[in-house]
């Protein structure tokens, strides 16, 4: 740990361009990925303005439990069954992944269908897990 704190203080301008490169890079993928929402905005949505969840995980995983009016498009099949869910384009759209990492994709992708709010679910399904917010499981 001293020798860190040395190589720190000695080399203090390469350690501030790492730290500013670290943190390029975490506001360049968290504007990728698009805007997230907590649970507690999406339970807000989802109640007072109609919003829309759709569940890009695979069958396996969306068997294990979904939000309650979820609809499930698998990602590789979003760009195919886009046509499911048009009529929802100025409701808000909430998409749905595991851990809230893979739904940038299906953000990306929806905004550029002409979707106007689409958002994803910050920690996905495992964080509405978490919060002990109500899933449907399958019998």
Known sequence: ?????????????LVA?????????????????????STAIAT???NKQDAVLIDIRT??????????GSKHIPLPDLTNRINEVEKFKKNPVIVVCNMGQTAGSATKLLKAAGFDNVVRLQGGIAEWKAQSLPIVKKA
């Open 17 to 37: 361009a790492w730290v500013l490169t670290l943190l390029m890079i975490i506001w360049y993928e968290g504007q990728k990925a698009g805007k997230s929402v």
């Open 1 to 13: 740990m001293e020798r860190l704190i040395e190589f720190a203080t000695n080399n203090y301008m």
């Open 59 to 68: 069958k396996k995983e969306w068997d294990t439990g979904y939000i309650t």
């Open 44 to 46: 807000q949505l989802i």
